[in-house]
T-cell receptor
Framework: DSGVTQTPKHLITATGQRVTLRCSPR?????VYWYQQSLDQGLQFLIQ???????AKGNILERFSAQQFPDLHSELNLSSLELGDSALYFC??????????????FGPGTRLTVL | EDQVTQSPEALRLQEGESSSLNCSYT??????LFWYRQDPGKGPEFLFT???AGEEKEKERLKATLTKKESFLHITAPKPEDSATYLC???????????FGKGTTLSVSS
């Protein structure tokens, strides 16, 4: 158990819908990262937050957005869903902002299925 | 371009048959190389961090080593419970995100 929690574990929805994925980092960690894992692309970085502020963006679609709240939990919002958005979504956390070489600890993931 | 390449894609071993997994990387200014284990449908589980060439770390049957261009994960006398996908990652040049290889899927049969 990494100490990172994610809800829900599974999410099944239809094309065009909007969903919210939630992540709670390990106690004491200020950075949260979101990754997408699909069969053909592997693990891809989406976005990073540090202490409530967006720090870096990766290959995140404009239909996707995220935020980190004062209690440090984070939410990833996916809208206008398409079949290709079906994937595993992971949250990871680390102590600092990622400018160093912090180890990232991953949550159990949310499996999103878009029908 | 920052890149991580792992080989082989898949590896089948008999129980007790030792082998090595390879991870080659291209990134300016290595900020650490990370090994994770991932079971199907689960989140990556942290194994090791290596920071400089020549560094080695061990955990049970696993030993990770690092050179200036690649890392190896040596598996000694593997057991069926070692079956998993092993992922290698490095931070991008900006130090803001991990870049992952596609992984090596290890199957150990008894």
């Amino acid at each position: 158990d990494s100490g990172v929690t994610q809800t829900p574990k599974h999410l099944i929805t239809a094309t065009g819908q909007r969903v919210t994925l939630r992540c709670s980092p390990r106690s004491g960690d200020l950075s949260v990262y979101w990754y997408q894992q699909s069969l053909d692309q592997g693990l891809q970085f989406l976005i990073q937050y540090y202490n409530g502020e967006e720090r870096a963006k990766g290959n995140i679609l404009e239909r996707f957005s995220a935020q980190q709240f004062p209690d440090l939990h984070s939410e990833l919002n996916l809208s206008s869903l398409e079949l290709g958005d079906s994937a595993l979504y992971f949250c990871a956390s680390s102590v600092r902002s990622g400018q160093g070489a912090d180890t990232q600890y991953f949550g159990p993931g949310t499996r999103l299925t878009v029908l | 371009e920052d890149q991580v390449t792992q080989s082989p894609e898949a590896l089948r071993l008999q129980e007790g048959e030792s082998s090595s997994l390879n991870c080659s990387y291209t990134v300016s200014g290595l900020r650490g190389l990370f090994w994770y284990r991932q079971d199907p449908g689960k989140g990556p589980e942290f194994l090791f961090t290596l920071y400089s060439a020549g560094e080695e770390k061990e955990k049970e049957r696993l030993k990770a080593t690092l050179t200036k261009k690649e890392s190896f994960l040596h598996i000694t006398a593997p057991k069926p419970e070692d079956s998993a996908t092993y992922l290698c990652a490095v931070y991008n040049q900006a130090g803001t995100a991990l870049i992952f290889g596609k992984g090596t899927t290890l199957s150990v049969s008894s």
